[in-house]
């Protein structure tokens, strides 16, 4: 569990790191939505040299190949949780690094969806340790047995 963990956060913050990324060189390029297709196009273009843009989905492809590592040796149920917590670095850093508001019901949210990673995570390492319990317990019985 401590490698899942470990490899989430980092995963995570790849992630985070990315979206902030993308977020704010595409502020820079201007709002896509008021352009027509000519400038679409050429918004792209320039996104396809912008820095922030380039390095901002390099760290989500880190983020994609972390998680796929993770899937390979992790339970769905319990790696997808800790995903959340993207929440709490998300709200950090838009906070002080794109100055936006972040109201205290939103960090109520934030604290809510952390206490329930711990649950899942907690409720995660009790599966495992019953089901390492019982293999032992049918394993003893069938040695008694045979």
């Not at 901002?56 to 998680?67: E, N, S």
């Not at 149920?77 to 800790?82: E, G, H, N, R, T």
Request: hydrophobic content about 55%.
């Amino acid at each position: 569990m401590f490698k899942t963990i470990v490899l989430m956060l980092i995963a995570v913050t790849a992630g985070t790191v990315g979206d902030l990324l993308l977020a704010k060189g595409m502020k820079e390029l201007g709002d896509l939505s008021t352009m027509n297709l000519r400038g679409i196009m050429e918004v792209a273009l320039r996104a396809m040299t912008e820095w922030k843009i380039v390095v901002g989905t390099a760290m989500l492809a880190l983020f994609f190949f972390l998680w796929l590592a993770v899937l390979s040796w992790e339970d769905l149920s319990v790696a997808l949780p800790l995903q959340a917590l993207n929440y709490v670095l998300v709200a950090l850093l838009a906070k002080y690094l794109l100055h936006e508001q972040v109201s205290p019901l939103r960090w109520a949210g934030i604290i809510l969806v952390c206490i329930g990673v711990m649950l899942i995570t907690k409720s995660s390492a009790d599966t495992k340790q019953t089901a390492t319990e019982l293999a032992t317990v049918s394993s003893n019985e069938s040695e008694t047995r045979g």
